[in-house]
């Protein structure tokens, strides 16, 4: 079944309460840029998963990227651990940025102090949120599986989560000693916690391998930055693009915008068209982490075809307008 695309046009454009759930890597902190950018979105809170990242730098990236912006936004540490550690030499990504001289510059003054942890705080946002709540979750869905079973009537605060995972009907991205290659990695992080959430009764909108690896980061569009290099919004984005470079060739698999173009649809949901899939995860065996279409399975609203040069536009305009 294929959604129209008239539904996507009239949703872009309302107000959304917004949770963030990233796990810090360079492409997270892009979405959480972009974020701050979209006037359709009251951003409510940003909790950092430790799953892609080393989890105080990727904390900190965070809260330096909304001092910038100029947002007074709280944020939450995760401390949940999945089953299936991310590489660390992936994880690292997050020192990089955090040391990025846009991100450190004198007079931006960086929020700090304690917190309840990531899945007790995104609890208490989503039962103080003023109405409906749309989380957008660009890494493992481990603090959401939580609220929803430690404190079941939040599932009713919940909107839409918006999930960047999976792999329907192309090859995964886990390639680990005793793994098939099925999985996707923010599903194979902790499957459990996606199990959970499909049996809930919360609409999902899930971005899948086959749609975010059709908008891979390339020289181009990086070089592109550097026509208005000096405004901080576009380098800021510039440099956290040039951090993946080498990524190719060092793991043998492209870097692509997976988590910006899900973030994007909080703007425009025209960039992709979507289908409803019935699915299930698989939680464990050489398969853990595969999401798989099953007739009796889970209905979730799947992004199924993208629009390369509407995303590439739609992320220039957004943050780097004078260079387009």
Same mark, same amino acid.
């Given at each position: 079944?294929?959604?129209?695309?008239?539904?996507?046009?009239?949703?872009?454009?309302?107000?959304?309460?917004?949770?963030?759930?990233?796990?810090?890597?360079?492409?997270?902190?892009?979405?959480?840029?972009? $974020?701050?950018?979209?006037?359709?979105?009251?951003?409510?809170?940003?909790?950092?998963?430790?799953?892609?990242?080393?989890?105080?730098?990727?904390?900190?990236?965070?809260?330096?990227?909304?001092?910038?912006?100029? $947002?007074?936004?709280?944020?939450?540490?995760?401390?949940?651990?999945?089953?299936?550690?991310?590489?660390?030499?992936?994880?690292?990504?997050?020192?990089?940025?955090?040391?990025?001289?846009?991100?450190?510059?004198?007079?931006?003054?960086?929020?700090?102090?304690?917190?309840?942890?990531?899945?007790?705080?995104?609890?208490?946002?989503?039962?103080?949120?003023?109405?409906?709540?749309?989380?957008?979750?660009?890494?493992? =869905?481990?603090?959401?599986?939580?609220?929803?079973?430690?404190?079941?009537?939040?599932?009713?605060?919940?909107?839409?989560?918006?999930?960047?995972?999976?792999?329907?009907?192309?090859?995964?991205?886990?390639?680990?000693?005793?793994?098939?290659?099925?999985?996707?990695?923010?599903?194979?992080?902790?499957?459990?916690?996606?199990?959970?959430?499909?049996?809930?009764?919360?609409?999902?909108?899930?971005?899948? =391998?086959?749609?975010?690896?059709?908008?891979?980061?390339?020289?181009?569009?990086?070089?592109?930055?550097?026509?208005?290099?000096?405004?901080?919004?576009?380098?800021?984005?510039?440099?956290?693009?040039?951090?993946?470079?080498?990524?190719?060739?060092?793991?043998?698999?492209?870097?692509?915008?997976?988590?910006?173009?899900?973030?994007?649809?909080?703007?425009?949901?025209?960039?992709?068209?979507?289908?409803?899939?019935?699915?299930?995860?698989?939680?464990?065996?050489?398969?853990?982490?595969?999401?798989?279409?099953?007739?009796?399975?889970?209905?979730?609203?799947?992004?199924?075809?993208?629009?390369?040069?509407?995303?590439?536009?739609?992320?220039?305009?957004?943050?780097?307008?004078?260079?387009?």
């Amino acid at each position: 079944m294929t959604d129209s695309p008239a539904t996507g046009a009239l949703n872009s454009a309302r107000r959304r309460h917004v949770l963030f759930d990233h796990d810090g890597a360079p492409d997270d902190l892009l979405s959480l840029l972009l $974020l701050t950018r979209y006037e359709n979105v009251d951003l409510r809170g940003v909790a950092v998963t430790p799953a892609d990242c080393l989890p105080e730098p990727g904390l900190s990236a965070t809260r330096k990227i909304l001092a910038l912006m100029g $947002l007074d936004v709280p944020t939450a540490l995760g401390v949940l651990p999945g089953r299936n550690p991310f590489p660390l030499a992936w994880r690292i990504d997050a020192l990089r940025a955090d040391a990025l001289p846009v991100l450190n510059q004198p007079g931006h003054a960086v929020p700090s102090g304690d917190a309840p942890p990531a899945h007790e705080q995104l609890a208490a946002w989503l039962a103080r949120a003023p109405g409906p709540v749309t989380v957008l979750a660009t890494g493992p =869905l481990t603090n959401i599986a939580w609220c929803l079973e430690h404190h079941p009537g939040l599932a009713a605060r919940i909107e839409e989560i918006v999930f960047m995972g999976g792999a329907l009907d192309v090859a995964g991205n886990v390639h680990q000693p005793g793994h098939d290659g099925t999985g996707e990695w923010n599903v194979y992080w902790d499957p459990d916690a996606v199990r959970r959430v499909f049996d809930s009764d919360v609409p999902i909108t899930m971005f899948p =391998l086959d749609v975010t690896n059709r908008v891979p980061v390339t020289a181009d569009f990086v070089e592109t930055f550097g026509r208005t290099y000096g405004e901080h919004v576009s380098d800021l984005a510039g440099s956290l693009l040039a951090l993946t470079f080498g990524t190719l060739e060092t793991t043998g698999l492209p870097y692509c915008c997976w988590d910006s173009l899900t973030t994007s649809y909080l703007a425009d949901q025209d960039i992709c068209t979507f289908e409803t899939v019935r699915c299930d995860v698989v939680t464990r065996s050489e398969s853990q982490g595969r999401i798989v279409r099953s007739a009796g399975g889970r209905a979730v609203r799947c992004a199924r075809s993208v629009d390369p040069d509407r995303f590439y536009r739609h992320f220039l305009t957004t943050l780097a307008p004078r260079g387009r």
